[in-house]
Every structure is written in structure tokens, then in C-alpha cells.
């Protein structure tokens, strides 16, 4: 079983910087991938990021491609997704989530946190 707790959110003017957090428990993370999604209040979950555990390799969503970027503590077992020059359309709960098999933009991850919700004011 693994657990995932997101932190950080919270409200920003729009231009302003945040830095989210995801600390992962319960199992070594040796095989896993991890995401980032968002969704906002009556919108579909969508991609954001996403890292190799072990590489380091990245991809993103063109919408926050040279704003956002993804990554790892592989000693402390932990996500980040550092955000800059934010916009009111990133407003969403942001998840951190967890999968053994390949880095995806798809929503098929094994595990998921809460939610830590983005708030950006214009």
C-alpha cells in the first residue's frame, strides 16, 4: 500500500509562485512513476506533469509546459511541482499520484492523494 500527502497549495495572485509537495509512504518507490493532475470545479481531471522515478525524465501538458516543472527527492520520497508565472485558469485541486508502470498523461495511476487545493486571483 502506498500513501501520498500533498502540500503547499493555496491562494496566489496571478504572476506569483507556488511550490507543491507530495510525500510518499509505505512502500520503497524504486519502481514507481509519478504524476501530477488537476481539476477544476466542474472540469474533468487533467494531466499536468509527470517524472521517472529512477531517470528523472519529464513530461508535460503544453498548458503548463515552461511554467511548471515536476520533480523528485528520491531520499526523501517526495514530489514537488514548483509553479510559476500563474494564471486564474490553474485554479484546481492538484493530486499527486503514483503507478508502477511507465511515466503517463493518462489517469491510469495506482495510487492517488487528497488534494491540495490552488487557488489563483486575478
Known amino acids: 500500500q502506498v500513501q501520498l500527502v500533498e502540500s503547499g497549495g493555496g491562494l496566489v495572485q496571478a504572476g506569483g509562485s507556488l511550490r507543491l509537495s507530495c510525500a510518499a509512504s509505505g512502500r520503497t518507490f524504486s519502481g514507481y512513476n509519478m504524476g501530477w493532475f488537476r481539476q477544476a470545479p466542474g472540469k474533468e481531471r487533467e494531466f499536468v506533469a509527470a517524472i521517472g522515478w529512477i531517470a528523472g525524465t519529464t513530461i508535460y501538458a503544453d498548458s503548463v509546459k515552461g511554467r511548471f516543472t515536476i520533480s523528485r527527492d528520491k531520499a526523501k520520497n517526495t514530489l514537488y511541482l514548483q509553479m510559476n508565472s500563474l494564471k486564474p485558469e490553474d485554479t484546481a485541486v492538484y493530486y499527486c499520484?503514483?503507478?508502477?508502470?511507465?511515466?503517463?498523461?493518462?489517469?491510469?495511476?495506482?495510487?492517488w492523494g487528497q488534494g491540495t487545493q490552488v487557488t489563483v486571483s486575478s
Open positions: 499520484a503514483a503507478r508502477l508502470g511507465s511515466i503517463s498523461y493518462t489517469s491510469s495511476y495506482d495510487y
